[in-house]
């Protein structure tokens, strides 16, 4: 009995599919819809651009990490005018209470705290079981629209006096790339233990894949930066270009002195003047006629429009970066197709078809 117990707990629990939940609050456009599209995927949630919430009710947006679903709650604005916020908190108590993490976004735009701030926090502290602040970051958003760190500690100082343990992060600092890393220290010191193994599949994935990758696509496109193989073939060209740039304006340069200097010495007795002046009357006459000509002389500009190699539509090379290397086909210099992406200490990102420099991975939307 004991076998078949063990056998059955063997087949059976792996295959058991394990729901996880993120519940993302915060008053009508705060950000949260953002916010999930940073730290998750691109474009996971709808983003509006007005004050109207997005957001009906309560969006769950899915995803898979093997036999294990991540479910994303994205809850309508709790200031929202379309209904009663305590009502509302009541409605949605059931999913947030069971959430293995709870993300409680805050405007940094906010100047002023106000009456309604304080009401919701209340709100939220009082409806809902309070032990789910152990696994509550209180997120600021919006810090690229608005960098004041002095009025983050106003907000921080006006929150600890309704929550005192609360605890917090800040989300959108454009003046460091390494606000993503930041986020997720504090938000894996917030959650469920349970859920760290997915979180730390989808940071792996989203850190370490999609923001490289995109990052040195983006070099490629801002730079005009090429593979290995392709980037020394153009080189070359465009070095032997310049040569023959340069090889083609001085025959122009040399046939205009010489060819003035030549008439004059050899015009000398006629003009009754000496070969010495005959010549120096050549070479103000090849200066002449070198201006003449110079309409016919090439610059760098004759090889810079000489972008032929751009037009290959699959090649097989290397890209290398200061974070590490792809290899791979390269499509209009963008990695397309079939390659490999390593990482400055060659361990291997991933394998597998890339679509214009991106990773052809959910996690990569």
Request: proline fraction near 3%.
């Amino acid at each position: 009995m004991k076998t078949i117990i063990t056998l059955l707990f063997l087949f059976i629990v792996p295959c058991y599919a394990r729901v996880y939940t993120v519940a993302v609050v915060g008053k009508t456009g705060v950000g949260k819809s953002s916010l999930i599209n940073s730290l998750f995927g691109e474009d996971i949630a709808p983003v509006g651009h007005t004050l109207e919430a997005t957001t009906g009710d309560v969006y769950k947006y899915p995803m898979k990490f093997g036999e294990d679903t991540l479910h994303i709650w994205d809850t309508m604005g709790l200031n929202d005018e379309k209904g009663d916020p305590k009502e509302y908190i009541a409605r949605i108590a059931n999913k947030i209470e069971k959430s293995h993490l709870i993300l409680f976004c805050l405007d940094t735009t906010e100047l002023r705290w106000t009456k309604e701030n304080t009401k919701l926090l209340e709100l939220f502290k009082n409806e809902l079981d309070e032990s789910i602040f152990k696994n509550t970051l209180f997120v600021f958003t919006k810090f690229n629209v608005y960098s004041n760190l002095e009025n983050i500690e106003h907000l921080k100082y006006k929150i600890y006096s309704i929550i005192p343990n609360a605890e917090f992060g800040i989300a959108e600092n454009k003046k460091t790339k390494e606000w993503k890393n930041k986020l997720w220290t504090k938000i894996k010191s917030k959650c469920k233990p349970n859920i760290l193994p997915v979180f730390v599949k989808v940071i792996f994935k989203r850190n370490k894949i999609c923001e490289i990758s995109r990052n040195a696509t983006r070099n490629i496109v801002d730079n005009d930066v090429y593979p290995i193989y392709m980037g020394k073939k153009r080189e070359k060209k465009l070095k032997d270009c310049m040569v023959g740039i340069e090889t083609f304006n001085d025959r122009i340069n040399t046939m205009s002195y010489l060819g003035s200097a030549g008439i004059f010495v050899n015009a000398g007795p006629v003009l009754k003047v000496s070969k010495f002046v005959a010549g120096t009357l050549g070479i103000g006459g090849g200066m002449y006629i070198k201006n003449i000509l110079s309409q016919f002389h090439r610059n760098s500009s004759y090889c810079d429009s000489n972008n032929d190699l751009l037009n290959i539509n699959s090649y097989k090379d290397t890209y290398e970066w200061t974070d590490g290397t792809y290899k791979g086909h390269f499509k209009r210099n963008l990695f397309h197709g079939y390659g490999e992406m390593w990482d400055d200490e060659n361990n291997s990102l991933f394998k597998g078809n890339f679509k214009n420099g991106i990773p052809d991975i959910p996690e990569c939307r």
